[in-house]
């Protein structure tokens, strides 16, 4: 082919891949394996943009990159195909979910293999496939069948858990369970029946049934994650959000808390998001004490501190308006005023609640707590900045040490003691603790804050009032959705002795439980979840099922690992298969996941480790978060007190002479930022109907521009299809490169795309003219030549190795321009450069490697070119002259020039003879290889 067609030569090549299987991959022990992975989409109806790419493109480099070096290199693309948004659609058009799904899923892989990614496509998985979610609810089973056992420091199966209980009971057990666990023997264990036995392990058990507050949605019938919580109402849809306690499976995520910490110190990933993570588990090191309450005995309030130091200092209790103590002991006086209180709390997420550090709101229960060291009484308060999920849900109040209870006390009017000597607010002021000794504080009277923590941990310990303890702000996992559009939980209930339901697993053998046909996709009439309107559907037509469906997460927390064997029906995927791949080597994501499936995935893999399925702690060694490709908006200017049916824009120049209002245009009838005024009034009707008139500067309509995040709201989505079909996708490859560094954001502009199309026809004519004829020939290359190749060589392979794959792309346009220059056609350096493009332009390449007379589809199997330091050592160096402290010129000298030769050829050069003026230099410095100074 000697004209260069994008259309032709892409549409053949992506063909050719398809046909040929050219990116199938199998376990090849003979070569060194390599995990490239990118966090796999969830197929929305509204396809890719330009945007979405960018992360797809890097990796796609990078694998293609470690190809030629010698790699086995496994690099997948599947689909997060449950979720909320087809549910939605399913509920307005009544068209089953995985109708919608695979229509979204088609559309996402006609598009992704336009922009020729090498994905084995073999190994494609779903999410909502039977077949992949029946290992999703194999590990749920699993988990379910599992206990966390911190002497050994990682999770083992029940029956190890069963059999301690029968030898000693579980006074000797040390493991993460549910609050009210009671102590047992090993005779009382024994003689219990079979049911309560059953009962027992669940308090233990790492996914179980507990009540949680939970973010209730009413208006999609459904519990929402934080995430999908924004100002107290659902992201989707705009419903109101409130705080509910529901019966919720759960997943103790807790059990894995240090070890979740730990690990961010053996991995490759930024260090902003590791910070993320260490904030979300939130280790402190303090001590949990229990308040009594007066007029109840038999009640106490337990609190954890991290500065169990100030305890003198107290003077309020905030418990959380969910804690269950605060219907027990708010007084008649008081009920109202709670009550109010409570129902305006459940309007507010728990991220706005712990987040609002201004607001001052709580309501008191007319109840006091006993302080256990000075039996002084102090007020119990509720309010919303205090959660039931985190830590106890108590807070004692030491307004002397904490700025937020400083505030409090003031806006109620509470007591402020101060408990350290000239200090006032020890958690604000320069590290005090170091300088002051306690004043008015029992047990600790004139100690150091050294001193004094121990001496109080043990004073509780002794009398059985408190404790020394590490906590974590972590807490454990919510894993229902009352949804329709999710994996099945893999759970039936059956009646104990006493009729009360107990949770039982299904066998292995029975998987998958597949979702069943409902005549909506809403909540019953009773409030159940959609599962409920399901006819006859019962495990073994006896026993009902669980409704609630696991969440999003849940799919994509372990999805790598079936990527590695993804058609195996026996094992989620084989041992051999595992211990080949083995883990992530390069994860490319954004960081809004950075608390939410990050973490999940790393729990689950470490658990699958725990019990033997999996080789290592950590899933992803090296993580790089791509930068958003934001975009870039148009404006047009309507003037203000316009006739509505006659409406006047004014060109963008000329605003400034006018009160306009601006209204986003669709950029993809702007070029040059100049509007298609005829496009224009055919597409938005609405504001520019026929009588609409436009005020224009030199015969044309300029739109205003502005930076935003690329969105349909914003008419400024571009379509990459859109442009693959004007420049090909080897152009958008490039371009989306050449925008700036990988992890950065930056605007999107299809203004400058010419650019880089230009490069790539720069880069055929190195091999076919004008006129279509060959230019190539088999000619031994100059050593400028090889010189510009092997700078380009070198330069290439440290960016890409340090992911800057922007300023590869500048190499690649510095050496053709170069090449262009020296006429170079040498077959030789074409085919080295031919393959050092191939990873950024796969398709051109493709053509061009076939043309030099390789066989068709070998690029891929080509080798990375070397570079040799020979080529890349200058032979000259330009050595700056500097005239009085300021460089005048620049001379050449070969690098074995003597200085005093070098001092000679300077001052007899023009330019510096003319800024001597006449003059003797008083001293001339000549520093080999860096400059030339004189000094007058």
């Known amino acids: ?197 059953y009962r027992m392990t669940l308090k233990y058990r790492l996914t179980y049934v507990a009540d949680a507050t939970v973010n209730w949605c009413a208006g999609l019938g459904s519990v929402l994650s934080n995430d999908e919580v924004k100002d107290g109402v659902s992201e989707r849809g705009g419903f109101p959000v409130e705080q509910k306690l529901m019966r919720q499976w759960m997943m103790r995520i807790t059990a894995y808390a240090q070890r979740l910490l730990d690990g961010l110190d053996t991995i490759d990933w930024t260090e902003s998001l590791k910070e993320q993570q260490r904030n979300w588990i939130g280790r402190s090191v303090g001590a949990m004490v229990k308040f009594g309450v007066e007029g109840y005995p038999d009640r106490t309030i337990e609190v954890f501190t991290t500065r169990v130091d100030t305890i003198y200092g107290v003077t309020f209790m905030v418990l959380a308006p969910e804690h269950e103590l605060v219907d027990q002991i708010t007084t008649e006086a008081q009920k109202a005023e709670i009550k109010d209180y409570i129902e305006s709390t459940k309007k507010r997420s728990e991220l706005d609640r712990v987040s609002d550090v201004k607001t001052v709101s709580g309501a008191f229960t007319g109840a006091y707590a006993i302080n256990p ?100 702000r972590l807490r454990d996992a919510v894993f229902s959705r009352q949804r329709y559009w999710g994996e099945p939980v893999p759970v039936y209930y059956k009646n104990d002795e006493n009729g009360q339901p107990l949770p039982y697993l299904m066998p292995e053998s029975e998987l998958p439980l597949e979702l069943p046909s409902v005549d909506k996709y809403l909540p019953t009439e009773t409030g159940e979840p959609p599962l409920g309107r399901a006819e006859d559907w019962k495990y073994h037509g006896k026993y009902d099922y669980e409704l609630s469906t696991m969440p999003g997460w849940a799919g994509s927390s372990w999805y790598w690992y079936r990527y590695m064997d993804a058609h195996n029906s026996h094992e989620f995927a084989s041992p051999e298969a595992i211990d080949y791949w083995r883990d992530v080597d390069l994860y490319l994501g954004g960081t809004e996941h950075a608390t939410g499936h990050l973490l999940y995935s790393r729990f689950w893999n470490k658990f699958l480790k725990d019990r033997g399925y999996v080789p290592e702690e950590e899933p992803f060694k090296k993580l790089i978060n791509q930068g958003m490709i934001q975009g870039r908006s148009s404006f047009v200017y309507r003037v203000k007190g316009d006739d509505y049916s006659k409406p006047v824009f004014v060109s963008a120049g000329l605003r400034a002479q006018y009160e306009v209002s601006a209204l986003h245009v669709d950029v993809n009838i702007v070029e040059n930022d100049v509007l298609d005024i005829e496009k224009f009034k055919a597409t938005r009707p609405d504001i520019a109907g026929e009588g609409a008139e436009f005020i224009l500067e030199e015969g044309r309509y300029l739109c205003g521009v502005e930076v935003e995040k690329m969105s349909k709201s914003k008419f400024n989505v571009v379509n990459p299809d859109d442009i693959v079909e004007r420049y090909g996708a080897d152009t958008l490859r490039l371009y989306e490169m050449f925008l700036g560094p990988l992890e950065q954001a930056k605007p999107w502009n299809t203004n400058g795309i010419d650019g880089t199309y230009r490069f790539i026809r720069k880069f055929w004519r190195l091999f076919y003219n004008d006129a279509g004829q060959w ?98 050592t200058d032979d000259v160096f330009e050595y700056p002259i500097q005239i009085n402290g300021k460089v005048r010129a620049t001379l050449s000298f070969a690098l074995d020039t003597p200085p005093a030769e070098v001092e000679k050829a300077v001052l007899a050069n023009e330019i510096v003879q003319k800024w001597l003026d006449g003059k003797a230099p008083k001293k001339v410095i000549v520093v080999p290889k860096r400059i030339v100074n004189v000094v007058l």
């Open 1 to 197: 082919m000697s004209e260069y067609n994008h259309r032709v030569i892409e549409q053949k090549w992506q063909q050719f891949w398809d046909e040929q299987h050219t990116n199938r991959v199998v376990i090849d022990p003979s070569k060194p394996k390599y995990y490239v992975l990118d966090m796999f989409p969830y197929p929305s109806g509204a396809g890719l943009h330009v945007g979405h790419p960018l992360g797809y493109i890097a990796s796609d480099i990078y694998s293609r990159y470690k190809r030629l070096k010698g790699f086995n290199v496994l690099h997948p693309m599947g689909f997060d195909s449950f979720g909320l948004p087809a549910e939605q659609y399913a509920i307005q058009t009544g068209q089953h979910p995985a109708l919608t799904t695979e229509q979204n899923i088609t559309r996402y892989i006609e598009q992704l293999k336009n922009l020729g990614f090498s994905y084995d496509w073999s190994r494609e998985v779903r999410t909502s496939d039977p077949a992949y979610y029946k290992w999703t609810q194999w590990i749920f089973g699993e988990l379910f069948n599992s206990w966390y056992n911190n002497k050994t420091d990682r999770a083992e199966p029940i029956g190890t858990l069963t059999q301690e209980f029968g030898h000693r009971g579980n006074g000797r057990v040390d493991a993460p369970c549910d609050e009210d666990t009671p102590l047992f023997t090993a005779a009382e264990w024994k003689a219990m029946s079979a049911d309560e036995q």
């Open 775 to 872: 230019l190539v020939k088999d000619e031994v290359p100059t050593k400028e030549e090889l010189k510009v190749l092997h700078k380009t060589i070198k330069k290439v392979q440290e960016d890409i190795e340090s992911f800057s794959f922007n300023t590869a792309v500048s190499a690649f346009m510095v050496c053709v321009n170069e090449l262009g220059t020296l006429k170079c056609f040498k077959k030789s350096i074409l085919t080295e450069l031919v393959v050092l493009l191939s990873p950024y332009a796969p398709h051109i390449t493709e053509e061009l490697y076939a043309a030099l007379g390789n066989e068709p589809g070998t690029l891929t199997k080509a080798t990375f070119p070397v570079w040799q330091q020979e080529y890349v």
């Open 373 to 472: 060291f000075n039996d002084q009484k102090v007020p119990i308060y509720i309010a919303d900045y205090v959660l039931a999920g985190y830590g106890t849900g108590a807070v004692m109040a030491v307004p002397s040490g904490d700025q937020r209870d400083w505030n409090f006390a003031t806006h109620f009017g509470l007591p402020i003691i101060p408990i350290l000597d000239g200090q006032q607010n020890i958690e604000t002021e320069a590290d005090p603790t170091k300088e002051g000794r306690y004043i008015n504080s029992g047990i600790i009277n004139s100690l150091s804050y050294a001193e004094a923590t121990p001496v109080l941990i043990q004073w509780m310990e002794e009398r059985n009032i408190g404790k020394g303890k590490v906590n974590y």
